[in-house]
């Protein structure tokens, strides 16, 4: 079955910073890669998605890109918020509507204001 | 209106009771979820159901039966609880991206934190 490893497991960056987290799957039929964020106390909420017909693909502040070669995608953050402090977790399934999504481990980002 | 929805939000109850967490969306959607968030924040697959049908089930206790009396409603009842119950479940649903046949974004509802003493 499909693995996601994400890394590194916390991220402190000062307010303005830009913050990139990293994750690596394992199987090489995946091709849908979301990126989820969640609250203290709340549910995970999808941020950005991408796959993997493209290779970025950028909304507002956060951007998403995969290497389908080297079987890893990145979330990048710029011009980071406290707000933007919170659990990210990586993803990965194949297209299918019935797909099962496999999570990565999450990573906390601190955003020191 | 809360688009997925779980209660309780908190359980507390003792070893070897049976518990249940009940979850309705209003999303319209097919698939429905459940999830297991352990202590270290570990997001793990337990069920999935669409249109009422058994989908996913991962290699979870028969202790735990889900049960879909329709397409807007899944239930996760728990038999003979056990202290590494103990974790935030996780209700979600989703519906195909628009116009194909690809899985689409995950709704999740807010969680109920189960705690087993």
């Known amino acids: 079955g499909e693995n996601v490893e994400q890394h590194p497991s916390t991220l402190s960056v000062q307010e303005g910073d830009s913050a990139v987290i990293k994750c690596t799957y394992s199987?090489?039929?995946?091709?849908?890669f979301p990126w989820y964020k969640q609250e203290l106390g709340k549910g995970p909420q999808l941020i950005i998605d991408?796959?993997?017909?493209?290779g970025e693909k950028k909304d507002q502040r956060i951007a998403v890109t995969l290497n389908k070669t080297a079987k890893h995608f990145s979330l990048h953050i710029t011009e980071t918020q406290p707000e933007d402090s919170a659990v990210y977790f990586c993803?990965?399934?194949?297209?299918?509507?019935?797909?099962?999504?496999?999570f990565g481990k999450g990573i906390t980002l601190s955003v020191r204001p | 209106d809360t688009a997925v929805s779980q209660t309780p939000k908190y359980l507390v109850t003792q070893m070897g009771n049976d518990k249940s967490i009940k979850c309705e969306q209003n999303?319209?959607?097919?698939?429905m979820y459940w999830y297991k968030q352990d202590s270290k924040k570990f997001l793990k697959i337990m069920f999935s159901?669409?249109?009422?049908?058994?989908?996913i089930n991962e290699t979870v206790p028969n202790r735990f039966s889900p049960k879909s009396p329709d397409k807007a409603h899944l239930n996760l009842h728990i038999n003979s609880l056990e202290l590494g119950d103990s974790a935030v479940y996780f209700c979600?649903?989703?519906?195909?991206?628009?116009?194909?046949?690809?899985?689409?974004?995950?709704?999740f509802g807010e969680g109920s934190r189960l705690t087993v003493l």
């Open positions: 199987d090489s039929a995946s091709n849908y």
């Open positions: 999303l319209g959607h097919d698939t």
């Open positions: 979600a649903s989703s519906h195909p991206s628009p116009g194909t046949r690809k899985i689409g974004e995950l709704f």
């Open positions: 159901y669409n249109n009422k049908e058994l989908i």
């Open positions: 991408i796959r993997s017909n493209v």
């Open positions: 993803a990965a399934s194949t297209a299918g509507a019935n797909s099962k999504l496999t």
